[in-house]
């Protein structure tokens, strides 16, 4: 994570720009004093820099809920902003240089509103969830170019090590993207997808909600595959294989493939290890038979006039609203010189969405964008909107 060590966080005067950085406004945490937000805009990226206060020091990096598709705008954002309040930085990883020439000339790194807006099309689409070092998805997407291919992954250097690789060999059906997989899943089209491949999953024993295989992201698998579409999990995890047979078993239809030891066309380097180490690797292929009906979602996230004041909307903090089906959470609240923004998480409770809503002259709008257009987070929007009029 990029980061800058500072001496003493200097407020500048918003809204001002630096070296084509945009700050927008601050966000002040209206119970924690040592948490301030700023909201900057780069490009086509907007997010919000952290200030974090520690002793005889500050920390100012990137906020996690908002971090940009490309990570040399999170640098010039840092770097840009110590340059215009004159911070006086003591530690910084923050590279002075220009980004990667590769990175540079990549367009493979897609927003997730780039699939909301409109899916992309293709004669058939796979989607690998996780690709870590990206070697199995290097892979399937060369030796299959009339084959779309979406990668989905969180961790930077991951992402980072692909879209130099789609540079220097110049693949054109790979797209990348850095959301959770649960929730983008809810927005792919019925039935055009070949097979969706999840190959070593983190366990989370000790937070099974957080596992990429549940009831949810099965059905939702069964509805974006084709007929004789394949969901293709491989795990090292005993626990986790025996998680996934008896989730996938628990349907009441369903046609399974199991194998042990199975040897692939490419394994990952961890694979490899684990070889090595003599650890039974696990597949556990679902097949689907069955066409989905076409998917739609109806509503908006439009806000009516919110009734609560600023003091009321602070109350907020911590707050929970259940409903069937699922939930608000009030995070965090922040004051702005103008109003109020929360900090929310919301949806199912298997897969929530987390982000921030302003407030300004009884006025509500999601900031930097809206929620993932999915039956759980408009169900959601309407409930929020209902605590917001009071």
């Avoid at 966000?27 to 900057?40: G, M, P, Q, Y």
């Avoid at 491989?234 to 989730?247: I, K, V």
């Amino acid at each position: 994570m990029p980061h800058l060590h500072i001496e003493e966080f200097k407020e500048i005067n918003f809204p001002q720009k630096n070296n084509e950085v945009s700050f927008n406004f601050i966000a002040r945490n209206a119970k924690h004093s040592d948490e301030t937000l700023i909201s900057v805009s780069v490009e086509e990226d907007d997010f919000f820099l952290l200030v974090k206060a520690e002793e005889n020091k500050n920390l100012l990096k990137t906020d996690k809920l908002t971090r940009p598709a490309s990570i040399h705008n999170v640098h010039r954002a840092l770097l840009a902003y110590a340059d215009l309040a004159d911070l006086n930085v003591i530690s910084s990883n923050v590279p002075q240089k220009q980004k990667n020439i590769h990175l540079e000339e990549a367009t493979a790194l897609k927003h997730i509103s780039y699939f909301a807006d409109s899916f992309p099309q293709a004669s058939e689409i796979r989607i690998e969830v996780g690709f870590g070092s990206g070697r199995h998805l290097i892979h399937q997407a060369t030796q299959n170019p009339d084959i779309l291919f979406i990668g989905i992954e969180i961790h930077r250097p991951s992402i980072e090590q692909v879209l130099k690789q789609v540079s220097i060999q110049n693949i054109e059906n790979l797209l990348v993207l850095d959301y959770d997989a649960r929730l983008f899943m809810e927005l792919v089209p019925s039935n055009i997808v070949g097979k969706i491949y999840v190959h070593f999953p983190v366990p989370w024993d000790k937070k099974p909600h957080r596992r990429v295989i549940s009831t949810s992201f099965i059905e939702e698998s069964r509805r974006v595959l084709k007929v004789d579409g394949r969901l293709e999990l491989r795990t090292d995890s005993e626990n986790y294989y025996a998680y996934s047979y008896e989730t996938f078993i628990n349907f009441h239809k369903t046609i399974l493939n199991i194998n042990k030891n199975k040897d692939i066309a490419v394994s990952s380097k961890y694979e490899d290890r684990w070889k090595k180490m003599e650890k039974n690797i696990y597949d556990v292929t679902m097949i689907n038979e069955e066409e989905s009906d076409k998917l739609s979602i109806e509503g908006t996230f439009e806000f009516s006039k919110v009734g609560l004041s600023d003091e009321k909307l602070i109350e907020l903090h911590c707050v929970t609203q259940r409903f069937d089906g699922g939930f608000i959470h009030f995070e965090r609240v922040y004051k702005l010189d103008d109003g109020v923004m929360l900090r929310i998480s919301l949806g199912s409770f298997d897969r929530p969405e987390h982000l921030y809503v302003l407030v300004k002259d009884k006025k509500a709008s999601y900031y930097p964008t809206l929620p993932l257009k999915s039956i759980s987070n408009l169900l959601a929007h309407k409930y929020l909107d209902e605590v917001f009029n009071g």
